[in-house]
């Protein structure tokens, strides 16, 4: 979706106003992008807080001050930085909601899809964008022929499903991010070997 979304912005702004894309296509789809970068910023942050990191670091790459960097992505953690859980959501059911919101996917039933969506990806991520990429996507790869299995894991306060998916042309991965609340904070297809 990160590709397909950087595509319709960079076909509008070259084009000058004459590609396949109205220029408000092109600022859904960057509003779109902004949602992911900072979604994948915000766990990335949080990997490098896992792995030992400090505030101090933190903030020295973003250019800000640590009490900044904790305000904006340190939430969710207690005292001594642990992780506090924020909801009862477990893998099997992060893998099930994710298995169903990609059946709907497939079936081209994109109002659906976004029942489930935080805020930010509401504002984001709109029906029509959803349909969009997902024509895409099938234009480039073929049709829809089967899922794998899926795989999932936590990273911090966030569940991640992977779901391999077989095209005609070959394969792909849809990714689905689940947040504390429960809700979608992050929607990708990709290339299988991304991790």
């Given at each position: 979706?990160?590709?397909?979304?950087?595509?319709?912005?960079?076909?509008?702004?070259?084009?000058?106003?004459?590609?396949?894309?109205?220029?408000?296509?092109?600022?859904?789809?960057?509003?779109?992008?902004?949602?992911?970068?900072?979604?994948?910023?915000?766990?990335?942050?949080?990997?490098?807080?896992?792995?030992?990191?400090?505030?101090?670091?933190?903030?020295?790459?973003?250019?800000?001050?640590?009490q900044?960097?904790?305000?904006?992505?340190?939430?969710?953690?207690?005292?001594?930085?642990?992780?506090?859980?924020?909801?009862?959501?477990?893998?099997?059911?992060?893998?099930?909601?994710?298995?169903?919101?990609?059946?709907?996917?497939?079936?081209?039933?994109?109002?659906?899809?976004?029942?489930?969506?935080?805020?930010?990806?509401?504002?984001?991520l709109?029906?029509?964008?959803?349909?969009?990429?997902?024509?895409?996507?099938?234009?480039?790869?073929?049709?829809?022929?089967?899922?794998?299995e899926?795989?999932?894991?936590?990273?911090?306060?966030?569940?991640?499903?992977?779901?391999?998916?077989?095209?005609?042309?070959?394969?792909?991965?849809?990714?689905?991010?689940?947040?504390?609340?429960?809700?979608?904070?992050?929607?990708?297809?990709l290339?299988?070997?991304?991790?």
């Amino acid at each position: 979706m990160l590709l397909t979304q950087a595509q319709v912005v960079v076909d509008v702004l070259r084009s000058g106003g004459e590609s396949g894309y109205s220029p408000l296509a092109a600022v859904t789809a960057t509003r779109a992008l902004s949602t992911l970068v900072d979604d994948i910023l915000h766990t990335l942050v949080l990997q490098a807080k896992d792995e030992g990191h400090t505030w101090a670091e933190v903030g020295d790459v973003l250019h800000t001050t640590r009490q900044a960097a904790y305000q904006r992505f340190g939430s969710g953690r207690g005292k001594d930085n642990e992780e506090i859980p924020m909801t009862e959501l477990t893998t099997a059911d992060a893998i099930e909601r994710a298995q169903k919101l990609f059946v709907l996917n497939t079936e081209e039933k994109f109002d659906e899809m976004r029942v489930d969506f935080n805020e930010r990806m509401l504002a984001g991520l709109s029906a029509g964008l959803l349909e969009m990429t997902w024509s895409q996507i099938t234009g480039a790869m073929g049709e829809f022929k089967s899922f794998g299995e899926p795989v999932a894991r936590t990273m911090g306060d966030t569940v991640v499903v992977d779901i391999p998916m077989q095209f005609r042309e070959g394969p792909m991965k849809g990714r689905v991010a689940y947040g504390p609340d429960g809700k979608i904070a992050g929607l990708f297809l990709l290339n299988p070997d991304v991790l």
